[in-house]
């Protein structure tokens, strides 16, 4: 497999989250799948650190120049007083060559209006931090803005609201790229979940409990994730980490935060919720891959989990 090279672009005044947040996840993508297949840079308008709006100063890997780079994917950074700083012609000729030549292009929080000052975003679905959403709308009325969305992905452009969205990007870019169970690896790796949903906030969900500590509740919850279809009963993973079901159970409770029963339905609906968000797949053949015993069921406990059906949501919600 090739090296997907991505480049985010800060400048001065970025929100450092925007930036780390996303080159983490993919960092550690790396690492999960053993492939080292994404090379990040930092590329910047200066030769000087960039300092972002904490204070604290990032050396970029690159300057922009005339030259447009060869990336596979562009991400444009945040910056909270982007409103109030003028965007240079360089940095917009450079992002307009870069994305021509991009796979995906991408933004994180502000760094939407660099995107729609490129022109990159007319016609299309967009979402950018709340508290700049009146703006962005009133300067780019040609974007179809969805203030409420934590991300959207319209064709080969995706962007994100505020900060910790960017991690959420970050790892719907590491799902399509290298799959589901390489971003739930990465999520639970960091500590966070595998990611709200790019919709409205109010269908965001607890993925499942956080990532045990002691190996044989880790080991079940991995054989889990790889294994949605199997038998996931409390007896059945009781006897491959080779622990007694009340045991089990018992210390999967204390050390995860949730029943082993509520913590599969958390992995498994999951699951069905990008597939029918990100695929065409028939619903029946969702229920049956993601371990349930038919799409009634499927059905029946994805409404009580989102409060609405899976048909419904991937009218709403799908690509």
Same mark, same amino acid.
């Not at 639970?188 to 969900?205: H, I, N, Y």
């Given at each position: !497999?090739?090296?997907?090279?991505?480049?985010?672009?800060? !400048?001065?005044?970025?929100?450092?989250?925007?930036?780390?947040?996303?080159?983490?996840?993919?960092?550690?993508?790396?690492?999960?799948?053993?492939?080292?297949?994404?090379?990040?840079?930092?590329?910047?308008?200066?030769?000087?650190?960039?300092?972002?709006?904490?204070?604290?100063?990032?050396?970029?890997?690159?300057?922009?120049?005339?030259?447009?780079?060869?990336?596979?994917?562009?991400?444009?950074?945040?910056?909270?007083?982007?409103?109030?700083?003028?965007?240079?012609?360089?940095?917009?000729?450079?992002?307009?060559?870069?994305?021509?030549?991009?796979?995906?292009?991408?933004?994180?929080?502000?760094?939407?209006?660099?995107?729609?000052?490129?022109?990159?975003?007319?016609?299309?679905?967009?979402?950018?931090?709340?508290?700049?959403?009146?703006?962005?709308?009133?300067?780019?009325?040609?974007?179809?803005?969805?203030?409420?969305?934590?991300?959207?992905?319209?064709?080969?452009?995706?962007?994100?609201?505020?900060?910790?969205?960017?991690?959420?990007?970050?790892?719907?870019?590491?799902?399509?790229?290298?799959?589901?169970?390489?971003?739930?690896?990465?999520?639970?790796?960091?500590?966070?979940?595998?990611?709200?949903?790019?919709?409205?906030?109010?269908?965001?969900?607890?993925?499942?409990?956080?990532?045990?500590?002691?190996?044989?509740?880790?080991?079940?919850?991995?054989?889990?994730?790889?294994?949605?279809?199997?038998?996931?009963?409390?007896?059945?993973?009781?006897?491959?980490?080779? !622990?007694?079901?009340?045991?089990?159970?018992?210390?999967?409770?204390?050390?995860?935060?949730?029943?082993?029963?509520?913590?599969?339905?958390? !992995?498994?609906?999951?699951?069905?919720?990008?597939?029918?968000?990100?695929?065409?797949?028939?619903?029946?053949?969702?229920?049956?891959?993601?371990?349930?015993?038919?799409?009634?069921?499927?059905?029946?406990?994805?409404?009580?989990?989102?409060?609405?059906?899976?048909?419904?949501?991937?009218?709403?919600?799908?690509?």
């Amino acid at each position: !497999m090739s090296t997907h090279k991505i480049a985010i672009v800060a !400048m001065q005044g970025v929100q450092l989250l925007d930036v780390i947040g996303p080159s983490d996840v993919f960092a550690e993508a790396n690492r999960q799948s053993g492939l080292g297949y994404y090379s990040v840079e930092v590329v910047s308008t200066s030769g000087s650190p960039v300092r972002g709006s904490s204070g604290l100063a990032l050396i970029p890997d690159r300057l922009i120049d005339e030259e447009p780079s060869e990336v596979d994917t562009l991400l444009v950074a945040g910056d909270p007083l982007i409103q109030e700083r003028p965007l240079t012609e360089n940095l917009l000729r450079w992002v307009k060559q870069t994305s021509a030549r991009a796979n995906r292009v991408g933004s994180v929080c502000s760094g939407a209006f660099v995107l729609g000052e490129a022109g990159l975003l007319t016609g299309k679905r967009a979402t950018t931090h709340w508290s700049q959403a009146s703006e962005f709308a009133r300067r780019f009325p040609d974007v179809k803005l969805e203030p409420n969305r934590i991300f959207t992905k319209d064709g080969n452009v995706w962007t994100s609201a505020g900060v910790t969205a960017g991690i959420d990007l970050a790892l719907a870019i590491v799902e399509q790229d290298l799959g589901l169970e390489i971003a739930l690896r990465v999520a639970r790796e960091l500590v966070v979940f595998l990611k709200r949903p790019g919709g409205q906030t109010q269908f965001s969900t607890l993925l499942a409990g956080q990532m045990a500590q002691k190996t044989p509740i880790r080991a079940a919850q991995d054989f889990v994730a790889d294994n949605l279809a199997a038998d996931l009963t409390v007896a059945a993973l009781a006897t491959r980490v080779g !622990m007694s079901e009340r045991n089990f159970s018992r210390q999967f409770k204390q050390e995860v935060g949730m029943t082993p029963a509520d913590y599969v339905e958390s !992995m498994r609906l999951e699951a069905g919720r990008r597939l029918s968000e990100d695929t065409s797949i028939p619903l029946k053949r969702i229920a049956i891959d993601i371990g349930f015993s038919d799409d009634v069921a499927f059905r029946r406990s994805f409404a009580r989990r989102f409060g609405t059906s899976p048909a419904a949501y991937r009218r709403s919600f799908g690509s």
